[in-house]
């Protein structure tokens, strides 16, 4: 693991106060969402309700959470690593464009953040679109982008740890540039069940805001309009270098195409346009071994256009999934007999639970308020239910060994869109921030913000 220390680009320092103010406010927002966990995670319905889930992105909610998502982590290390990269980085961008422009960039590189995160589930699987993501990770790479534009060349200290520490100098650039490459691929291999895209899409938009919104800060911190590739020649005769190395800015652009590519790509290669139908479950359990556990989770299904066929992503949590399963495999859930009714449904018997190779498990549920709508997919639902436990083994075969009396249970659709509404959405801004950072770095526009070193 690498650890950055204090960087030392040489410019004057003013008071970093929206550093230090998001450092606080973050750390506070996680205790008060974290202390029913004992502050080792954040408690569940928190996470539900205002993390970013992709599928909401058509939604004014889903829009809200992109921002709400900014300010929550999952663990302690998540948040103090966030914070102290922030603390890091985030002081000398501050300090140069000045705390307003600095805060409108962390908020933009956090919903291209989103933005990308979204469009890249094309590559990695549309069953991403309703897993839900936090933290403020987006907006600090978002940070980084811009330290690399405005200190290319500046010294940093840095540990290694293999597993004792190893400290010492080098260039912010070689670990900046590290650092996005390892969040490329671990996002393409998928590894950790983090939102490394998240990480290159705010890092990437942070590339392209700063640009734009410290053109004319530098020019008046440098005195003149702007140092063109003449000066630059003259000043790397002395000893000094302005702007990007010709291998950084080769790795960014090859990375911002590759990235490009690969979303044309996989939006070729669609050929259907699935339905995405949100669902919000809550669900308060008994067991014959826990007396209450409350729950709560956000539900994506994929239905075919024609309404043939319907896929659905998966579900972390345990509560949520089991109601689920029963209840989609009841046919309680989609059901084009039930299309447009409101009312009451009772259910008593067996039931085959769809994709799993188990035993038939006992099920009886009372829905006291049902509402579908015209296509037959459930609206609203209000109930309770008991239900078989399975537990299965390593092999895949599976047992009954308890069973779990739901007390309450709600369901609510807050979403159903084509899954190419969501996708475009999120694709037009990723494509022209990814287009934009193209043309500052091909066109040497780093030469007029960065910070002779």
Known sequence: MMLPGDVYPGIIRRRPRITYFLIIINSIIYLLTSYKSSFLQ???????????????????DGWLRILTSMFLHGYPLHIIFNMYFLYIFGRDVETFLGSFRYLVLYIASGFLAAFVHTSMSLVMGIDNLGIPALGASGAISGVLGAFLMLFPGVRMSICIFIPFPICGNMSSTLFIIFWFILQIIYGYLQL???????????????????????????????????????????????????????IARFILIFSATLILLSLFTAFSLIRENPIVNTLYIKASV????????????????????????????????????????????AGYIINTTLAGYQGSLYFSGSIKLIGLIAPPVRLI???????????????????????????????????ITDYWYYKYFSIKLINSSPLYDIIMISMIPTIISLLVVIYILIARKDLEISYIS
């Open 286 to 329: 008994t067991t014959s071994s826990e007396a209450y556990r409350s729950s709560e989770a956000v539900v994506v299904i994929f239905e075919e256009a024609n309404r043939s066929r319907s896929t659905v992503a998966p579900i972390a949590d345990d509560v949520v999934r089991v109601l689920f399963n029963r209840l989609y495999s």
């Open 42 to 60: 954040i408690d569940s319905d928190v996470l539900w309700r205002y993390s970013f889930v992709p599928a909401l992105l058509s939604t004014s």
């Open 192 to 246: 950790g069940g983090v939102a490394f895209f998240a990480h290159v899409g705010g890092f990437l938009g942070g590339l392209a805001l700063v640009y734009y919104l410290g053109r004319d800060v530098a020019h008046q911190i440098f005195g003149y309009k702007y140092f063109n590739i003449s000066f630059n020649s003259v000043y790397s005769f002395f000893g000094y270098r302005r702007g990007l190395s010709p």
């Open 365 to 399: 549920m009372n829905m006291t308020e049902a509402v579908y709508t015209d296509k037959g997919v459930i609206k609203e639902g209000v109930g309770n239910a008991l239900t078989d436990l399975l537990t299965c083994d390593v092999y895949g075969r599976c047992s």
